[in-house]
Protein backbone atom coordinates (compact mmCIF):
# COMPACT_ATOMS: atom_id res chain seq x y z
CA UNK A 1 0.00 0.00 0.00
CA UNK A 2 1.12 3.65 -0.92
CA UNK A 3 0.15 6.71 1.04
CA UNK A 4 -0.19 9.97 -1.02
CA UNK A 5 -0.59 13.26 0.20
CA UNK A 6 -1.46 16.02 -2.35
CA UNK A 7 -1.03 19.72 -2.08
CA UNK A 8 -0.47 22.75 -3.70
CA UNK A 9 -4.45 23.83 -4.02
CA UNK A 10 -5.75 27.53 -3.26
CA UNK A 11 -7.46 30.19 -4.97
CA UNK A 12 -6.37 31.73 -8.24
CA UNK A 13 -8.02 33.89 -10.59
CA UNK A 14 -9.43 32.56 -14.28
CA UNK A 15 -6.34 32.48 -16.59
CA UNK A 16 -4.29 31.85 -14.08
CA UNK A 17 -1.76 28.69 -12.66
CA UNK A 18 -1.56 26.36 -10.02
CA UNK A 19 0.98 23.35 -9.57
CA UNK A 20 -0.63 20.55 -7.97
CA UNK A 21 1.89 17.81 -5.84
CA UNK A 22 1.75 14.34 -4.93
CA UNK A 23 3.92 12.99 -2.47
CA UNK A 24 4.34 8.99 -1.96
CA UNK A 25 5.81 7.25 1.12
CA UNK A 26 5.29 3.11 1.84
CA UNK A 27 6.21 2.43 -1.97
CA UNK A 28 7.85 3.41 -5.01
CA UNK A 29 5.58 4.74 -7.33
CA UNK A 30 7.77 4.56 -10.30
CA UNK A 31 5.82 1.18 -11.03
CA UNK A 32 2.19 2.47 -10.54
CA UNK A 33 0.23 4.22 -13.17
CA UNK A 34 -0.77 7.29 -11.48
CA UNK A 35 -4.14 9.71 -12.24
CA UNK A 36 -5.59 12.69 -10.85
CA UNK A 37 -9.31 12.89 -10.18
CA UNK A 38 -11.89 15.57 -9.53
CA UNK A 39 -14.73 16.14 -7.61
CA UNK A 40 -17.66 18.95 -6.97
CA UNK A 41 -20.22 18.19 -3.95
CA UNK A 42 -23.01 16.32 -5.45
CA UNK A 43 -21.23 14.64 -8.37
CA UNK A 44 -18.91 11.70 -9.40
CA UNK A 45 -15.36 11.84 -9.01
CA UNK A 46 -14.20 12.90 -12.87
CA UNK A 47 -10.72 11.95 -14.58
CA UNK A 48 -8.47 14.54 -15.19
CA UNK A 49 -5.25 12.90 -15.93
CA UNK A 50 -3.07 10.09 -16.05
CA UNK A 51 0.11 8.81 -16.03
CA UNK A 52 1.35 5.40 -17.51
CA UNK A 53 3.74 3.51 -15.64
CA UNK A 54 6.04 2.79 -18.72
CA UNK A 55 7.24 4.61 -20.90
CA UNK A 56 4.68 7.11 -19.07
CA UNK A 57 2.63 7.64 -21.88
CA UNK A 58 0.15 10.85 -20.21
CA UNK A 59 -3.70 10.81 -20.57
CA UNK A 60 -5.97 13.74 -20.49
CA UNK A 61 -9.60 14.54 -19.84
CA UNK A 62 -10.80 16.67 -22.83
CA UNK A 63 -12.19 19.09 -20.19
CA UNK A 64 -8.20 19.87 -19.73
CA UNK A 65 -6.28 18.98 -22.96
CA UNK A 66 -3.86 21.49 -23.93
CA UNK A 67 -3.84 23.53 -20.52
CA UNK A 68 -2.79 20.89 -18.07
CA UNK A 69 0.20 18.89 -17.72
CA UNK A 70 1.00 15.46 -15.88
CA UNK A 71 4.52 14.79 -15.03
CA UNK A 72 6.90 12.34 -12.49
CA UNK A 73 9.27 12.92 -10.76
CA UNK A 74 10.49 9.53 -9.75
CA UNK A 75 13.58 10.55 -7.70
CA UNK A 76 11.29 12.32 -5.33
CA UNK A 77 8.64 9.47 -5.42
CA UNK A 78 5.89 12.62 -6.73
CA UNK A 79 3.49 13.26 -9.29
CA UNK A 80 2.88 16.81 -10.27
CA UNK A 81 -0.19 18.12 -11.99
CA UNK A 82 0.83 21.57 -13.58
CA UNK A 83 -2.56 23.43 -14.58
CA UNK A 84 -2.48 26.68 -16.75
CA UNK A 85 -4.95 29.03 -17.75
CA UNK A 86 -7.53 28.19 -15.20
CA UNK A 87 -11.22 28.26 -15.48
CA UNK A 88 -14.27 28.43 -12.77
CA UNK A 89 -15.42 25.04 -13.90
CA UNK A 90 -11.81 24.27 -12.74
CA UNK A 91 -12.70 24.16 -9.46
CA UNK A 92 -13.00 21.33 -7.82
CA UNK A 93 -11.45 19.03 -5.00
CA UNK A 94 -8.62 17.37 -6.39
CA UNK A 95 -7.27 13.86 -5.43
CA UNK A 96 -4.08 11.89 -6.38
CA UNK A 97 -4.16 7.81 -6.89
CA UNK A 98 -2.41 4.99 -7.31
CA UNK A 99 -2.68 1.50 -9.38
CA UNK A 100 -0.11 -1.05 -9.51
CA UNK A 101 -0.45 -1.64 -13.57
CA UNK A 102 0.78 -0.68 -16.44
CA UNK A 103 -1.74 2.03 -17.52
CA UNK A 104 -3.81 4.41 -15.80
CA UNK A 105 -7.67 3.95 -15.83
CA UNK A 106 -10.78 6.86 -16.30
CA UNK A 107 -12.48 4.85 -13.89
CA UNK A 108 -12.01 6.21 -10.40
CA UNK A 109 -12.87 2.66 -9.30
CA UNK A 110 -9.76 0.95 -10.46
CA UNK A 111 -6.97 2.87 -8.30
CA UNK A 112 -6.30 0.94 -4.79
CA UNK A 113 -4.58 3.81 -3.17
CA UNK A 114 -6.12 7.78 -2.51
CA UNK A 115 -4.87 10.68 -1.31
CA UNK A 116 -6.52 12.96 0.84
CA UNK A 117 -7.34 15.65 -1.80
CA UNK A 118 -6.51 19.55 -1.72
CA UNK A 119 -9.05 22.16 -2.99
CA UNK A 120 -8.59 24.15 -6.03
CA UNK A 121 -10.77 27.39 -6.63
CA UNK A 122 -10.70 29.37 -9.80
CA UNK A 123 -12.79 32.58 -9.48
CA UNK A 124 -14.16 34.53 -12.26
Known amino acids: QVQLVESGGGLVQAGGSLQLSCAAS????????MGWFRQTPGKERDFVAG????????YYADSVKGRFTIARDNAKNTVLLQMNSLKPEDTAIYYC?????????????????WGQGTQVTVSS
Open 26 to 33: GRTISSSA
Open 51 to 58: LAWNPGTP
Open 97 to 113: AARTTLAPSYSPKSYTD
